[in-house]
């Protein structure tokens, strides 16, 4: 398998554009996770999904932030208008949730967003 | 409420063990896992423990889990230049809660 598939790997832009990242998980994992990583917050759960559906966003800062699944191949993480402060790396991760107990959690190469 | 703490940096020489710590506030907690980052990539699942367990080894890598002092160590013994990287470790409380990092800088 690929891995996690994520695009762009580099995304720079200007504030108040709409800025669109991509993820395609590993085939056959039921749960996807955004992440964004900053120096000064460290790594933030922003959203995740178990079975196409969002389960727990409070990690999303704010409305300028939507994230959607519309199948359990692709997602997409969409911020409008950018902002400076969204400058960082986000990661999406798949996992293969049972209800056994634990699950390891794939993550991408990551997208690093910069908004000037 | 969850929080997962770490210190930031450690430095040791090639060859040495590093211990990397970390320490967590939820007993409820389930699993607790280490994952690696290394420049420029995502992060990467090391090693995991259940939270009966108290110890496991995985080759060159031993956690120890001090379950009423809710403290997480992994030890990676005869580090090597190749493990400089950020290691982070997670406790699963319905989700995963991601420590701060604690960079690893291995020097000759």
């Known amino acids: 398998d690929a891995g996690v598939i994520q695009s762009p790997r580099h995304e720079v832009t200007e504030m108040g554009q709409e800025v669109t990242l991509r993820c395609k998980p590993i085939s056959g994992h039921n749960s996807l996770f955004w992440y964004r990583q900053t120096m000064m917050r460290g790594l933030e759960l922003l959203i995740y999904f178990n079975n196409n559906v969002p389960i727990d966003d409070s990690g999303m800062p704010e409305d300028r932030f939507s994230a959607k699944m519309p199948n359990a191949s692709f997602s997409t993480l969409k911020i409008q208008p950018s902002e400076p402060r969204d400058s960082a790396v986000y990661f999406c991760a798949s996992s293969l949730r049972t209800g056994a107990g634990g699950y390891e959690q794939y993550f991408g190469p990551g997208t690093r967003l910069t908004v000037t | 409420g969850e929080d997962v703490e770490q210190s930031l940096f450690l430095s040791v020489r090639e060859g040495d063990s590093s211990v990397i710590n970390c320490t967590y506030t939820?007993?409820?907690?389930?699993?607790l896992y280490w994952y690696k980052q290394e420049p420029g990539a995502g992060l990467q699942l090391l090693t995991y423990?259940?939270?009966?367990?108290d110890m496991k080894q995985d080759q060159r890598l031993t956690v120890l889990l001090n379950k009423k002092d809710k403290h997480l160590s992994l030890r990676i013994a005869d580090t090597q230049t190749g493990d400089s990287a950020i290691y982070f470790c997670a406790e699963r409380v319905v989700k995963l809660i991601f420590g701060t990092g604690t960079r690893l800088q291995v020097f000759p």
């Open positions: 423990i259940f939270s009966n367990m």
């Open positions: 939820d007993s409820s907690s389930t699993y």
